[in-house]
C-alpha cells in the first residue's frame, strides 16, 4: 500500500464534512443574534484562599451599609480632637464651644438683662462678675449656678455665696465678704488679713492704714485672740504700734514711742493690767527707757535709752561720797 495516496484520500473525503460542519454552526449564531440571545459564558469560579471569619461574616450580615460613612466621620472627628489636643487648643476650643452654645441661647430669648448682687463692701460689681465669669455673652441658660458659687468662694474675700436663676434673663448674686481685721508682716510683705487669718489682698491701699500691725510667723491666725485680749486694757492698746509674735509662742509689744514690752508666754491678761496699771501711776511709757522686760513672773526688768544710762551713771558718781584726808 502507498502510505501517501491513502493520506490524500483521507483529507480530499473530510473536506465536504468540515465545511458543512461549519456552515451550520454560522447559521446557529446568525438564528441567535436575530433572536436576540446571546450565549452564555461561563463564570469563571472565585475560589476563595480563606474562608471569612464567622465575626466577619455576622457583622457584614447585620451592620447597616452607612455604617462605613458614620465610621469614617467619627476617625475624622477623632482626629480632629487628637490634633486641638496635641496643638494646646484645648482652653481655646473650649471658649468657642461655649460661645456658640451661649448664642444660640440668647437668640432664644435666655440673654441675662439683668444682675442683681447683694452684700458686696470691699467687691465692686464689675469685679464680682468678673470672678465669677458672667460676660456679655453669657447666657442663663447655660448659666452653671455651682460652678459659678465655687468660682466666687475661692476669691479671699467672699466667704459665702447663693446664685438663683430667675427666668427668663434675671441673675441674682447674695455674697458674705469678710472683714478687713489686720496688716499682717512676714518676710518683708505685708498684707491684709481678715479675723480668721484669711489673706485678702496685698497692702496696696491707703484704706487700711488704720489697721492694727501684727508681725511674724503664726501671727495671722494668733492675731485675733490676742488683740481681743489687748482690747481690754484700752490704754496699753492705743499706744501700740505693732504687735510682734516671737518664736510662734509669745507677744512683744512695740509702742509708738519705740518702747519694746516683752510679755511673758502664759499668763498675758495680768501682765498687760500690771502694764496699764505702772502707766497710770508713774507714767511708765513717758520714761526715758528702751524696753521692759515681764518674761519672769517675779519680776519686771527695765532697760534704760543709752542717755539715760550715763545720766544715771554720772548721778551715782556726783552721789558717791568723796574720801577726806588722812583716810585710809
Not at 435666655?110 to 460676660?135: H, P, W
Request: aromatic share 4%.
Amino acid at each position: 500500500m502507498d502510505g501517501a495516496g491513502r493520506l490524500a484520500r483521507s483529507v480530499r473525503s473530510l473536506g465536504p464534512q468540515a465545511d458543512l460542519k461549519a456552515a451550520a454552526i454560522g447559521a446557529a449564531v446568525l438564528l441567535r443574534e436575530r433572536l436576540g440571545l446571546r450565549a452564555r459564558v461561563p463564570a469563571k469560579r472565585v475560589v476563595d484562599r480563606e474562608p471569612p471569619n464567622r465575626l466577619v461574616r455576622l457583622v457584614e450580615r447585620h451592620l447597616p451599609n452607612r455604617l462605613g460613612v458614620t465610621l469614617t466621620a467619627l476617625m475624622l472627628l477623632g482626629s480632629a480632637g487628637l490634633g486641638i489636643v496635641k496643638g494646646g487648643h484645648v482652653d481655646e476650643f473650649m471658649v468657642a464651644l461655649s460661645d456658640t452654645r451661649n448664642a444660640l441661647a440668647n437668640s432664644a430669648g435666655f440673654r441675662i438683662t439683668e444682675v442683681a448682687i447683694n452684700g458686696r463692701k470691699q467687691l465692686s460689681q464689675d469685679e464680682v462678675l468678673a470672678i465669677g465669669g458672667v460676660n456679655g455673652r453669657s447666657s442663663l441658660l447655660f448659666l452653671d449656678a455651682t460652678t459659678l458659687r465655687d468660682k466666687l468662694k475661692a476669691n479671699p474675700w467672699i466667704s459665702d455665696a447663693t446664685i438663683l436663676k430667675l427666668y427668663p434673663g434675671r441673675l441674682q448674686i447674695d455674697i458674705v465678704e469678710r472683714t478687713a481685721f489686720a496688716l499682717w508682716q512676714q518676710d518683708g510683705r505685708l498684707s491684709v488679713i481678715s479675723e480668721d487669718g484669711a489673706v485678702l489682698e496685698p497692702y496696696v491701699s491707703r484704706r487700711f492704714v488704720t489697721l492694727p500691725l501684727v508681725v511674724g510667723k503664726g501671727a495671722d491666725v494668733k492675731a485675733r485672740d490676742f488683740l481681743a485680749l489687748l482690747d481690754r486694757y484700752p490704754q496699753v492698746r492705743a499706744a501700740t504700734k505693732a504687735a510682734i509674735f516671737v518664736g510662734e509662742r509669745r507677744w512683744n509689744l512695740r509702742l509708738k514711742d519705740g518702747l519694746d514690752i516683752r510679755l511673758p508666754e502664759n499668763d498675758v491678761g495680768n501682765a498687760l493690767a500690771m502694764l496699764s496699771k505702772l502707766d497710770k501711776d508713774d507714767r511708765l511709757f513717758s520714761r526715758d527707757i528702751v524696753a521692759v522686760d515681764m518674761r519672769l513672773p517675779d519680776r519686771l526688768t527695765v532697760q534704760l535709752s543709752e542717755d539715760a544710762a550715763k545720766a544715771r551713771e554720772e548721778l551715782f558718781k556726783e552721789k558717791k561720797p568723796k574720801k577726806k584726808a588722812g583716810d585710809a
